[in-house]
């Protein structure tokens, strides 16, 4: 880290400050110390002269020796102080240093957290963006399942409408289909009603007017029991739900279909007979409509009533 450096980088001058003060003292030391041996040496040299020439060369010497010495004193003066503005020097740019290794530690700090709260907010919102896709992909499928479930009730309901218009299509036909037997049932039976084959025989007649008399109770008993159980089935179909898919409603439909055009023929049958009173009674019964022959008496008592002979029906 920056700061044990600059810790590292201190000791070393604060270990070097004394050495250089030591050094600086035995400089001094030993430059005054010649001037003090030289002052020692030329004293044995002047013990022949008058005392007087003595004394004045020892004070000039002392002057010197003083001088030399204040001199020395102001050198060591300025070298201690050159070394002090040295070491001030050197603490400053050491304290400099220190300072600046901190600013750039703390710029580094700074700026590593700067990073790591870009890379947080960047971390964070990219989290917010694949949230936000992730919900509108959610979105997107819940609006594509509705959509698609629309349209399969919509198909659905197509699907009824149109299964409902092929049905009443499908009635109408049979309705039509109906009418037209009805139309021709009905033209069969007025060229029917003019044909007089046993007029004379009264008895025959009588007899054959007492079977259709029983056949019409008959048939109108029969017409009773399919209504009843169609009006039955209608109840029921409109009371029970029925599953188009398994085909319940559709064999309803066709058994009460059955029922009705049973009931129809039976209705027709019961029209039949009538007219086969109406014949019996004016003479008419007993000849073939198709052939205008008469109908032999053994048919006519087998079946009631019966406008056609064998060969006609044969022949149908």
Do not use: W
């Not at 069969?188 to 007649?205: C, G, N, Q, V």
Request: hydrophobic share 40%; glycine share 2%.
């Amino acid at each position: 880290m920056p700061i044990t450096g600059k810790t590292t980088k201190k000791s070393p001058v604060k270990k070097a400050v004394p050495a250089k003060k030591v050094a600086t003292k035995k400089v001094v030391a030993q430059k005054a110390a010649p001037a003090k041996k030289a002052v020692v040496k030329k004293s044995p040299a002047k013990k022949a002269a008058p005392a007087k020439s003595t004394t004045l060369l020892t004070a000039a010497q002392k002057a010197a020796a003083g001088k030399k010495a204040a001199a020395e004193k102001a050198r060591a003066s300025a070298a201690a102080k050159a070394l002090k503005e040295r070491e001030a020097k050197a603490k400053a740019a050491a304290k400099e240093k220190a300072a600046a290794e901190k600013a750039r530690a703390s710029a580094a700090a700074k700026a590593l957290k700067e990073r790591e709260a870009k890379a947080k907010a960047a971390a964070k919102e990219k989290e917010v963006q694949r949230k936000t896709r992730e919900k509108a992909a959610a979105e997107a499928k819940k609006q594509r399942e509705i959509e698609a479930k629309r349209k399969a009730i919509e198909a659905e309901k197509q699907r009824k409408l149109r299964e409902i218009e092929r049905r009443n299509h499908e009635e109408l036909k049979r309705q039509e289909r109906r009418e037209a037997e009805e139309r021709k049932r009905r033209e069969a039976l007025e060229r029917k009603m003019h044909s007089r084959p046993y007029a004379d025989d009264t008895a025959f007649l009588e007899e054959l007017r007492l079977l259709m008399l029983e056949a019409r109770d008959a048939t109108l008993e029969q017409i009773a029991i399919s209504e009843r159980e169609a009006d039955e089935m209608l109840v029921d179909r409109e009371r029970l739900e029925y599953d188009d898919e398994d085909g319940s409603s559709v064999a309803s439909d066709i058994k009460r279909d059955e029922l009705k055009e049973f009931a129809i023929s039976r209705r027709l049958k019961i029209d039949e007979i009538e007219v086969a009173l109406v014949r019996i009674a004016d003479g008419s019964y007993g000849r073939c409509d198709e052939c205008y022959e008469p109908i032999t008496k053994a048919r006519l008592l087998a079946q009631v009533p019966v406008f056609t002979c064998v060969s006609c029906r044969a022949s149908v």
